[in-house]
């Protein structure tokens, strides 16, 4: 497909910039609702053997900009990449999802962990890559997870939907949960200023189980090493930061004034009028389609894209899903969002 635009608008809207058209990309626009990525998985192996192999991770980061002109690739990775390069092992259940091993449920388990740095290597392979051949005008994003998130992951063990042993955990031991958040922020820290020395101009943090916090619980695992991570980045890198924590509802509004973020992402459940009208004047935002708008297509999917546009008239906007692309997606849905989205202006 061809670009719609010369400029490298993404970038230019996590500047303050608002477009006439905003600039797209999709969480997890790179996956399994692509035949190339299914031929190329088929090819290579499982998910993690993919996101260390440097030369498929960048295959598949490219993938869909050529097949969509997007405004913006994001890196083929994982958010668990931290938790392996901090000395837990990583391995993907078929069907199930990604598994760590030893489990955080005690601070010796924590000081036994033995950090590997070169954990970071072939994603930053992947980024130089990527970076060596991607247009111009396209807007290479990083990420990361955010220090809760990825903390849930490295003390259930897996995914939890309720979180309750992370959770659990913060209240019973908030000093051995605040080791570890601490020392998830510090490689999250050097990771992010890697991927962005090998060539990303944006990054992402994902904080995907941050709805499950209660405000005081929420401001001191979710807020707080989120600004420390930011401040770091800002410090030391020019770099535009994306915080995107899902779920967050009402408790948005501090996440935004208070971290530092450049722009924020809405999740699918955020009312976009609200946003427009609650966060702070001129701060951009991503989002936020419900995903399973796109898969219903039609109308149905028209409307959607319509009520997010209408909902900022005047803010820098970046448009995306509310949260990643699923897997049964019509790629004449995705067709259908850019064709209304770049002819609606």
Do not use: C
């Not at 938790?83 to 924590?110: C, H, I, N, Y």
């Not at 992402?204 to 005081?216: K, N």
């Not at 929420?218 to 090493?225: K, M, Q, T």
């Amino acid at each position: 497909m061809t670009r719609f635009s010369d400029a490298k608008t993404l970038l230019e809207t996590l500047n303050g910039v608002r477009q006439t058209v905003p600039p797209v990309w999709l969480m997890r626009q790179a996956g399994r609702y692509l035949p190339e990525y299914r031929a190329l998985r088929a090819e290579k192996g499982g998910f993690l053997a993919l996101a260390m192999d440097d030369e498929a991770a960048a295959e598949i980061t490219l993938q869909p900009i050529r097949r969509f002109g997007m405004d913006g690739a994001i890196l083929f990775s994982d958010i668990l990449i931290v938790p392996m390069a901090l000395g837990q092992d990583l391995w993907f259940e078929t069907g199930e999802g990604p598994r760590l091993a030893p489990k955080v449920a005690a601070r010796s388990v924590l000081d036994g962990l033995v950090p590997d740095r070169s954990k970071f290597e072939p994603i930053y392979a992947t980024v130089r890559r990527v970076a060596a051949a991607l247009d111009p005008k396209v807007t290479f994003l990083g990420f990361a997870g955010s220090p809760w998130t990825v903390a849930t992951y490295m003390i259930a063990g897996q995914g939890s939907r309720e979180q309750a042993e992370a959770r659990r955990l913060a209240y019973a031991d908030p000093e051995l949960m605040q080791a570890l958040v601490d020392r998830i922020a510090d490689a999250t820290i050097d990771y992010l200023i890697g991927q962005i020395d090998a060539g990303v101009e944006a990054v992402q943090l994902f904080d995907s189980w941050s709805g499950s916090l209660s405000p005081a619980q929420f401001e001191r695992w979710v807020i707080a090493p989120t600004r420390r991570i930011i401040a770091a980045l800002h410090d030391r890198t020019t770099v535009k930061v994306i915080g995107f924590p899902k779920g967050a509802g009402g408790k948005l509004v501090a996440y935004a004034r208070e971290t530092g973020a450049d722009a924020i992402g809405l999740d699918e459940t955020v009312d976009p009028a609200w946003a427009n009208a609650e966060l702070p004047q001129g701060l951009p935002v991503q989002g936020n389609l419900d995903p399973l708008a796109l898969i219903a297509g039609g109308a149905t999917l028209d409307s959607a894209i319509d009520r997010i546009l209408a909902a900022f008239p005047e803010r820098p906007h970046v448009f995306n899903l509310g949260h990643g692309i699923q897997q049964d997606t019509p790629i004449a849905h995705v067709e259908q969002l850019l064709t209304r989205l770049r002819g609606t202006r």
